[in-house]
């Protein structure tokens, strides 16, 4: 009845009811409406735009029901906006209703171009609607990948009329509007010297200092400032000390955050704001269950950036809960958390299983920079994860070109440091010496030498790289300008030396020279050996004294002339006699115990170390009875005898009695 109403009566209805009508046929098909109302409509609506009661809803439909060419009638999608402000219900806010019904279509958009046709329906706009699609255009923009605007959305007529109404009236902004204006063309680069950004933020650092504004703004504006201005700018100093002065309670979690990248920024102050930053941090154990995948990554970045070491607490439930959003973090927010834990020693078991399943069930699609951030973590933390390893050495098999020389290097020393071999190990080094081989050249003389040492520790030995390696030329390429080649990389090349003597004797290459040979593997910056553990070296020395009935039978951190240092030494005469250990005549044998505390295996597990395992190699190769006395034995011993009666087993298993 009401649109038979209403098309008899088009004519005398006053303006009024017509709105009224339009209002009960929101349920009708577009283009009846637009026929009905053809011709009378259209004239109609712009009168109603200046009259506060009358709003941007009837130009919006107008604008919906005809075509940019003319009179073509077809429907264009949904109204924008269901119902004007007049007939809203009794509780029903109708600015936020129209405001929302604004932002879903705004962000149904996926174009700069789309965003400023649609906003050009609307004129004119209110200015917080204004500035939420100067936003959406950011947001598209940077999803596209682009850091400035195109020329094509500078010289748009809208976007222009966007810019003239924001660089002149930027006095009766409201907050809002202000700073997320400002916010959106401070991440579209847009010239920091132009009226349109001078008048913005002279009007802001005018709000700041006469006060006023809330956190979410006092936040928005101060990241603006920062990469319009740097970190120095005394409005930005302003900020933060009315920050300051807010009740932390009253912060929204991505306030909170945001204020650790405002800190961030001025991460060379961090002395001076150490006391807000301790107050920050322990209150953020209150709002860690409420952080997204993407805050949760931006603020372990902040706490790295300014070395909050003192906020493990933090740190430590930042991991629990990270372990839900592994599945939702995007590549990089991946790395950021995995960095983060790196840099503050963290590793968790929840953690470490999530991500897991994460890499094995993705590791063909992650980006390569996660991938050796990854195998980089479980280094770090020595995590021997074999679903995780057997996964990363499946991709590199499958993906090698897309690894840089720094990436293979932090993706192949893992395998080494933990002394894994995954079950493709054939394929995975003979992938990596084909890739060595083709771009021998590209790889940094470091970086290679790291490279092949890791590989030597797993016993794939690099033989057909090992002349190149000692060739006078690499020895100058590997000291760059330096005085000397640093004490770590002629470690290396020593135990590589060392390898293809004792574990390549069909090596006839070319030799390091003695020069370059160092004369201890242990060392204390950067050592190829783990030192023994002193608590459970006396443990054991305890016990060695009842066994052998005197000090004077062992000795302790004996260095070899092989560069290796024995935790132990016990000398036997050709009878099998306990020798002093300041006797050198008439030796017969020499027992290497290898007192094994927890920080020479993987973690939470009985696997050695790839430098604890080459090392007892190379003494038995060298001649060593290496006796193994590892950390899980010794703590099940309950009484100095069962240690003395264990000590007998593991030293003389086929004696009954010691003789000395």
Known sequence: MALITLRRNLYHLSDFRIHGALAALKNHPVNHVCKMVKGRLCPWFPLLQPEPCRVRFHHACCKKFHSDNGDALHPLGEPVFSQAHDWAGPEQNPKSLDEQMFYGRLN???SSEDVLRFIGTLQPLPDSLAAGALQRICEVEKKDGNHRLPKGILENGVFQALCVRFEQESP????????????????LYVDPQSNLLLNLVAESRHRVKRGGLEVRSLCILGESLIRLQGPGGETLELIIYQLQ????????????????????????????????????????LSVVSNLSPTLMSQMLTALVALDQTQALPLVIKLGRYAVRHIPHFTHEELRKVLEAFIYFGHNDRFFTTALEQHVASLCLTLDPEVISTVMEYCSRKRILSKPIFDAVAETFVGQSEKFSPRQVSELIEPFGKLNYLPPNASALFRKLENLLLTRFDYFPPKTLLKILHSCSLVECHPVNFMAKIFSPYFLQQLQG????VDRLSLAQLTQLFLTSVLECPFYKGRKLLPKYQ??????????????????????????????????????????????????????????????????????????????????????????LLGKEAIKQRHLRLLGYQVVQIPYYEIEMLKSRVELVEYLQRKLFPHNVGVRW
């Open 108 to 110: 149904d958009l996926d």
């Open 172 to 187: 009766s902004l409201s907050d809002t509007a202000l700073v997320t204006a400002l916010q959106a063309l401070s991440l």
């Open 245 to 284: 002065g807010e009740k932390l309670e009253t912060f929204a979690p991505e306030d909170i955050v945001a204020l650790y990248r405002i800190l961030q920024a001025c991460a060379e102050k961090v002395d001076r704001h150490q006391a807000f930053l301790n107050k920050i941090n322990s209150f953020s």
């Open 518 to 607: 160092v004369r201890s593997f242990l060392t204390p910056c950067c050592s190829l050996e783990t030192p023994v553990d002193f608590q459970l070296y006396k443990s054991v020395r305890i016990g060695l004294i009842d066994l052998l009935g005197a000090r004077m039978y062992f000795a302790s951190k004996v260095l070899t002339p092989y560069c290796y240092t024995i935790d132990v030494e016990i000398k036997l005469d050709e009878e099998g006699l306990v020798l002093p250990f300041t006797i050198d005549e008439d030796v017969h044998k020499r027992l290497a115990l290898c007192i094994d505390d927890p920080k020479r295996f993987s973690l939470n597990s009985r696997h």
């Open 481 to 484: 300008e330096e005085s000397s």
